[in-house]
T-cell receptor, first 111, second 114 residues
């Protein structure tokens, strides 16, 4: 069964530092993979998605993720964190025409 | 173009009551999916409808039901509400179920059960 595991329920980084949020997937076939962001008391916003085209996927707000089949990983990165990046981030995988979400990682930005 | 819309934005219900949540998909989208997001967790799949037929159901009790109308809008009904039903309910739409990578989410309805 396809699923995702997000490593770290909370991650803190200093403003201007590298953001790295980790996600590993389990899938028997190349999956569709997603990263979503959720700001407090809001819905989900799609950051980026992998659909078996380029392995390095660029998203909105300066985020990108790299699909590594050998490591079954789809980690999210941003070179320089901004205070406005503080939010909950969800990694997700598609299965049977629906999306399976990870448990989320809350990103804290330290001034 | 308007995105996925959901109503109401918030509502408060008492245990044992029934609730109906509404979703309007993006124009032209025929597939609607419902997700439940309990505080501190990722969203969980409840239902998928396509062309007014149920195409998939998650691991939720029979108290949860849904339907899709000829204009492709959808309603989610929850009977005999429990405290644990308090959550953000998200609706998502796509042109068809297989195009899950082009699924768009609405802002959600926050349900509080007291």
């Amino acid at each position: 069964a396809q699923s995702v595991t997000q490593l770290g329920s909370h991650v803190s980084v200093s403003e201007g530092a590298l953001v790295l949020l980790r996600c590993n997937y389990s899938s028997s076939v190349p999956p569709y993979l997603f990263w979503y962001v959720q700001y407090p008391n809001q819905g989900l916003q799609l950051l980026l998605k992998y659909t078996s085209a380029a392995t390095l996927v660029k998203g909105i707000n300066g985020f990108e993720a790299e699909f590594k089949k050998s490591e079954t990983s789809f980690h999210l990165t941003k070179p320089s964190a901004h205070m406005s990046d503080a939010a909950e981030y969800f990694c997700a995988v598609s299965r049977d025409d629906k999306i399976i979400f990870g448990k989320g990682t809350r990103l804290h930005i330290l001034p | 173009d308007a995105g996925v819309t959901q109503s109401p934005t918030h509502l408060i219900k008492t245990r044992g009551q029934q609730v109906t949540l509404r979703c309007s998909p993006i124009s032209g989208h025929k597939s609607v999916s419902w997700y439940q997001q309990v505080l501190g967790q990722g969203p969980q799949f409840i239902f998928q409808y396509y062309e007014k037929e149920e195409r998939g159901r998650g691991n939720f009790p029979d108290r949860f039901s849904a339907r899709q109308f000829p204009n492709y809008s959808s309603e989610l009904n929850v009977n005999a509400l429990l405290l644990g039903d308090s959550a953000l309910y998200l609706c998502a739409s796509s042109l068809e179920p297989a195009l899950v990578y082009e699924q768009y989410f609405g802002p959600g309805t926050r349900l509080t059960v007291t």
